[in-house]
């Protein structure tokens, strides 16, 4: 093959300070539907856990569906699926947050039963007889501990959910995949933009695995 | 063994009356009849699976029974125990000791003990510290108290679960095999703390292998058999003259080692 090709690194880095201003929207589909999907995650994984079957099986079914479907085609519903209930338009950034909340949060489900199902029985059976309530026993010995067991899991749902968030350029939300697009139609510099829009979601993704081993490493001090 | 024989006349802190307790098809309790007394220091022993962990940990709710009575302190439990105030009475009042230690690794030794006062009894966080300082220096341990339990050796750590069931000023201490779980040369150590708590005259009911602490400290051994209480008596009767070939042979076998 002829290789005529030459790697424009002065395109490259031109097309930074354009791509950046997608960050912002990455970040905030990411961290805000993380958030929700946490508090989500909470309580349908505490739901997963209960022995009544009418707080169970709706926690159940919410897991395998939003576990089991492509968030791609959940944000897609979402967008032009769910106007058409509402009878108005869903604002793209909404759609995009909320996609990432219910996705993440039937993941994070999982990992919350996993991870409070992981304290050895003693655990609690030593706070009972202590006295505390089974409420008590959940909140001072079972979470801190558990919580603590959650951290990796947690980190490596944070970071697919970021990289999700590259599918909602097809919903317009103007992050860093869709700034790319916009860009390269313009310039159609393609190898420069997505090898800029590649290392930055690294940037994030490897800030964040930093930021999280540091707390791990915390976390692990006198165990 | 100069210890304090209970007050006849006093109620019985244990009552059990035809307790039955069944895992599916499994007896694992049969018409359990107990009683024990204010100050009475009460050893149950017994092949491991015969039921006696079972036994004890009916008595503060961790195991529910089908059938029978049992009352603590003067509140009943009732069978197919579901969580009630009674329970709750109960386990605030009765302490355990458990074979694995389950101190909580994510707390300082002090707050291990510090803890249940606190949320359970109300306890401002200064009278709760000087308790556990208190019971951690009787224990031996007064100077690990700002460690974590991952820190300390098995020893140490059956000795803080100790102050952590002390703090709490339980009526009745319920043992579950303290000493299985530690390598030999801890056993006495805590065997030690046991035995001061008896001499206190804290009511005790204990499920060990440790057969010469048992006659030591015992003012009444229970033998059981597969469920069933088929020996009973001082320690002196029990272990120089069983009356029961089971027990005979039990110790036979404990004994010869």
């Known amino acids: ?223 | 063994m100069t210890h304090e024989k209970s007050t006849s006349g006093s109620d019985p802190i244990v009552r059990m009356d035809k307790v039955n307790k069944h895992f599916g098809s499994l007896h694992v309790l049969k018409d359990i009849d107990l009683s024990v007394s204010p100050g009475e220091v009460v050893v149950i022993i017994g092949a491991s699976g015969s039921g006696k962990s079972t036994l004890i940990r009916c008595i503060n709710g961790l195991e529910e029974f089908q059938q029978g009575y049992l009352e603590v302190d003067g509140s009943q439990l009732v069978p197919h125990g579901k969580a009630s105030a009674a329970l709750q009475k109960i386990r605030t009042e009765v302490g355990m000791v458990f074979q694995q230690f389950n101190l909580f690794p994510h707390l300082s030794v002090l707050d291990n003990v510090t803890l249940a006062p606190m949320k359970v009894r109300g306890w401002s966080r200064e009278d709760a510290i000087e308790t556990a300082e208190r019971l951690l220096e009787r224990v031996g341990i007064s100077d690990q108290a700002a460690k974590h339990p991952g820190q300390l050796s098995g020893g140490q750590q059956q000795r803080v679960a100790l102050a952590r069931a002390l703090a709490m000023e339980p009526r009745l201490m319920l043992f579950d095999e303290p000493t299985s779980a530690l390598d030999p040369e801890m056993i006495g150590e805590v065997l030690d703390a046991m035995r001061e708590l008896a001499k206190e005259g804290m009511t005790m009911l204990i499920v060990t292998h440790e057969m010469g602490f048992a006659r030591e400290v015992a003012d009444r051994v229970i033998f059981i058999h597969k469920g069933e209480i088929t020996e009973e008596g001082p320690p002196e009767e029990v272990f120089d003259s069983p009356r029961n070939e089971r027990t005979q042979s039990f110790l036979s076998r404990v004994l010869k080692h």
């Open chain 1, 1 to 223: 093959m002829d290789v005529t090709f030459q790697f424009d690194w002065q395109a490259a880095f031109a097309s930074i300070p354009f791509l950046i201003k997608g960050i912002p929207y990455t970040l905030l589909i990411s961290f805000g539907g993380l958030a929700i999907g946490f508090l989500i995650g909470i309580l349908f994984g505490l739901l997963r856990i209960s022995r009544l079957a009418w707080l169970k099986i709706p926690a159940v079914a919410y897991i395998e569906i939003f576990r089991g479907t492509p968030v791609l085609v959940q944000v897609l519903f979402i967008f032009y699926g769910l106007p058409q209930l509402l009878g108005g338009p869903i604002n793209a950034l909404v759609a995009g947050i909320a996609a990432i909340a219910v996705n993440s949060g039937a993941y994070i489900s999982e990992i919350v039963r996993g991870g409070v199902q992981s304290i050895e029985r003693g655990q609690r059976e030593a706070g009972l007889s202590l006295g505390l309530s089974r409420r008590q026993t959940f909140r001072y010995i079972i979470w801190p501990q558990a919580f603590r067991r959650m951290i990796p899991s947690l980190g490596n749902q944070g970071i697919i959910s970021i990289k999700d968030t590259s599918l909602f350029s097809v919903i317009g939300v103007g992050e860093l995949v869709r700034q790319g697009q916009v860009y390269i139609a313009t310039t159609f510099n393609a190898l420069e933009v997505y090898l800029m829009v590649a290392l930055l979601y690294l940037a994030i993704t490897l800030t964040l695995s930093f930021v999280l081993r540091q707390l791990e490493r915390r976390g692990l001090v006198g165990q």
